[in-house]
């Protein structure tokens, strides 16, 4: 999946696209978060994973999810393809650029949000109520502060959470099937 989608990216960046209007956008000075973006993603990503990982089953629903998460991406990038938003100032993600984004920052892979998804499936995964909280705070400003970078188009961030919930809810449902076979 990874070299896939690398060579996708990278072939996507070439290709005409639309550009969106978008009011937030086109009123806002764009201001550099790539740090903090940066930290706060991979962090919480980390740390709810390892979370996940005290059971079993909540770590192959995380993964199948994360899977649905980048395949629909992979699918609705091809179908929609965009032009980055006016004034972009492109992510620097030291993560995705050492692994997928083939070491420069990827700035049409859009619709819709891959850093707001990940953190979303930790939110829908997430059983203990303070960290649900906290994982939809964090998700919250994530999505926020991608928007203000002018990285994604405020429809990009918005239609993150409703699609991740169908990936969620079809690893949920291939996970609830598999558990029943074993036990």
């Not at 992979?74 to 972009?88: G, K």
């Not at 984004?101 to 819709?112: E, H, Q």
């Not at 203990?128 to 994530?142: A, D, E, Q």
């Amino acid at each position: 999946m990874v070299v896939f989608t690398r060579y996708f990216l990278l072939w996507n960046e070439d290709r005409h696209g639309i550009s969106i209007y978008d009011p937030f956008i086109n009123t806002t000075v764009p201001i550099d978060f790539s740090i903090i973006l940066f930290l706060l993603t991979n962090v919480t990503v980390f740390l709810g994973f390892l979370r996940q990982l005290k059971l079993p089953y909540t770590t192959i629903q995380y993964l199948i999810g994360v899977i649905f998460i980048l395949l629909m991406r992979l699918i609705l990038i091809f179908l929609f393809p965009l032009y980055a938003p006016d004034n972009i100032i492109p992510l620097r993600d030291l993560f995705l650029e050492s692994t997928i984004y083939a070491d420069k920052p990827m700035t049409r892979d859009l619709f819709f949000s891959g850093h707001t998804a990940n953190l979303c499936l930790l939110f829908f995964i997430e059983k203990n109520r303070w960290l649900k909280v906290l994982f939809g705070v964090i998700t919250l400003v994530v999505g926020i502060l991608l928007i203000w970078q002018h990285v994604h188009y405020t429809i990009d961030v918005m239609f993150a959470p409703i699609l991740t919930f169908v990936c969620y809810k079809i690893a949920k449902s291939m996970t609830n099937g598999y558990w029943r076979k074993i036990q």
